[in-house]
Nanobody, 124 residues
Framework: VQLQASGGGLVQAGTSLRLSCVAS????????MAWFRQAPGTDREFVGL????????YYGDKVKGRFIITRDKGENMMDLQMSNLKPEDTAVYYC??????????????????WGPGTQVTVSS
């Protein structure tokens, strides 16, 4: 499986942006997908995840209430809708696939397939 994220860019604070992540190759059946982000000089942090069914989502405290993750199993696609963006949301955003079916975790070590990342820059 390969992941490719898209949709990053430069936006102003308070606006919205949508990122998409498409899985290609072997299917991602049964596995959760997640978003992580990394700002310069900081550790990669958990943003949110969605289970295989798309029925359950979990979010990091910094984005809860502003970001929404959805998943289209048929298209092997996951979206991250980001609203009310803040300068501190500036980072490279990565999508990732859990290493096993049924595994739900906010720990990046539990994800073994990663996309190359897309830059999101929020200006004040």
């Amino acid at each position: 499986v390969q992941l490719q994220a898209s949709g990053g860019g430069l936006v102003q604070a308070g606006t919205s942006l949508r990122l998409s992540c498409v899985a290609s190759g072997r299917t991602a059946d049964g596995r959760a997908m997640a978003w992580f982000r990394q700002a310069p000089g900081t550790d990669r942090e958990f943003v949110g995840l969605v289970t295989w069914t798309g029925k359950s989502t979990y979010y990091g405290d910094k984005v809860k209430g502003r970001f929404i993750i959805t998943r289209d199993k048929g298209e092997n696609m996951m979206d991250l809708q980001m609203s009310n963006l803040k300068p501190e949301d500036t980072a490279v955003y990565y999508c990732a696939l859990a290493r096993a079916e049924g595994l739900v975790s906010i720990n990046q070590r539990e994800y073994d397939i990663w996309g190359p990342g897309t830059q999101v820059t929020v200006s004040s």
